[in-house]
């Protein structure tokens, strides 16, 4: 159980990762095209950093590098890494689903062989 209990660590860096991610991608997708000079650009940013779901997305990645570090006291990076391939998995889905972003059958057979990878890799 204790090691069961010890994987929460890597799923927390996956979730936060994955939520930072999507957070980010609508906030700027609601802000709208990146403007082409610089002081237009600089606006852009500080209005992004200002703006409170940027900055628990911020919060959700400063999390993600809290619980890798604590996955780091857990388990060899070698057996941990691997299930970070997880994040563009659902990214890929939440993608699709919330942004209505493509995905195709390319895609699809990229990601059955990151599961692949991370089933094999997790059993060595």
Known sequence: MGRLFDHIFIFST????VYS?????????????????????FVYIVNLLLNP???SGILATFLAGVSWMLTMTKFEISYAYPF????????LAAGFTLFGESI?????LGSVLVILGIIVISKG
């Open 14 to 17: 996956i979730i936060f990762t």
């Open 21 to 41: 991610q999507l957070i980010m991608r609508w906030q700027v997708t609601e802000a709208g095209a990146l403007p082409s000079d610089i002081a237009a650009k």
């Open 53 to 55: 779901w940027v900055l």
């Open 84 to 91: 970070v391939s997880l994040n563009y998995l659902l990214v």
């Open 104 to 108: 195709s059958t390319t895609k699809i």
